[in-house]
């Protein structure tokens, strides 16, 4: 017993004695603060294999302020710097936000957390938002709902019951700015799957059961461009809309957040009317707003 209790002050001691040098060896570690993960050159080869680009209807003043942002090609335009947004935009810092169950899936939460993509939750909106004037979030609106009717030439949006965007945006008094991407739905085919079909209902039931569905999709193989699952190299233009107003408010009417949302589709509309011809000739049918 008396060996067991000379060793542990022994030990004791010595750990009390290096505790200083040890502790000054870590500080030094600390100085240079640590840079976040990065994917280096990942948006060069984007814009290589997609050949995506930007266009600007409008480059206001608002630039410098805090802005929700709507996106069909949200990765390649703010989380990646393959159409050159902090050029275009300087000063704004673009948060492009996904379903919180995604952070869950090993590996590919790596590579979304090394892009700077954020949770879509309201606590991580609202969060962002408060950083201060530059700060922005990007936000897909339609979702997994939207996501069965992303078929090749055709512009289905699911964006008339989404208000939860535009309450958030109203809060925090951040403009909108809403944003379409021309040519995103012609990188896949996708099994048919219209309303009523076997197919559609069964989606339907996984994505009220999960949060999220499986969309039965196809592109290009490595070595063949029938089957795979690698996207069609097919362009992509991002286009951003002029800016919308918005007036904070704690506590906004329903009355309010449909007028926001009236402007906010009304420009969206008038993005597609003013460039459909030119980025999207091989249409099959007009951009429509299913629900």
């Known amino acids: 017993m008396e060996t067991r209790r000379t060793f542990t002050s022994a030990t004791r001691t010595l750990s009390a ?23 280096p050159k990942i948006h060069a080869n984007i814009e290589y294999y997609w050949d995506v ?58 590579i979304i957390l090394a892009m700077g993509i954020c949770s879509v939750s309201r606590e991580s909106c609202s969060n962002i938002l408060k950083g201060g004037p530059g700060q922005s979030i990007t936000i897909v609106v339609g979702g997994a709902a939207e996501s069965l009717s992303a078929h090749p030439g055709t512009a289905d949006l699911t964006l008339r019951k989404r208000l939860g965007f535009i309450k ?21 085919e996708q099994m048919p799957n219209e309303k009523g079909t076997t197919v559609y209902t069964l989606q339907k039931k996984f994505q009220n059961m999960f949060g999220f569905t499986l969309p039965l999709f196809h592109g290009r193989g490595l070595l063949n461009y029938n089957l795979g699952l690698l996207p069609y190299r097919r362009r992509i233009v991002a286009v951003i809309g002029r800016p919308i107003h918005v007036e904070q408010c704690d506590k906004p009417t329903l009355d309010e957040i449909r007028r926001i949302q009236e402007q906010y589709i009304d420009e969206l509309m008038s993005i597609w009317n003013t460039y459909k011809d030119q980025f999207a000739r091989t249409r099959r049918r007009e951009l429509s707003i299913v629900e």
């Not at 947004?85 to 090993?106: C, D, E, M, Q, Y």
Request: charged content about 15%; hydrophobic content about 40%.
């Open 168 to 188: 958030v945006a109203i809060q925090q008094g951040a403009d909108l700015v809403p944003v379409f991407s021309f040519g995103e739905n012609d990188i896949y």
């Open 53 to 110: 680009r930007l266009t600007l209807i409008h480059f206001s003043p608002f630039l410098s302020s805090r802005r929700i942002t709507n996106s069909r090609g949200a990765i390649c335009t703010f989380a990646t710097e393959a159409t050159g947004f902090s050029k275009a935009f300087p000063g704004i810092v673009p948060h492009l936000l996904t379903l919180a169950s995604n952070f869950r899936v090993p590996f590919y939460r790596d």
């Open 17 to 39: 004695s290096n505790l200083r040098e040890r502790l000054s060896s870590l500080s030094s570690l600390t100085t240079t603060p640590l840079k976040p993960p990065t994917l």
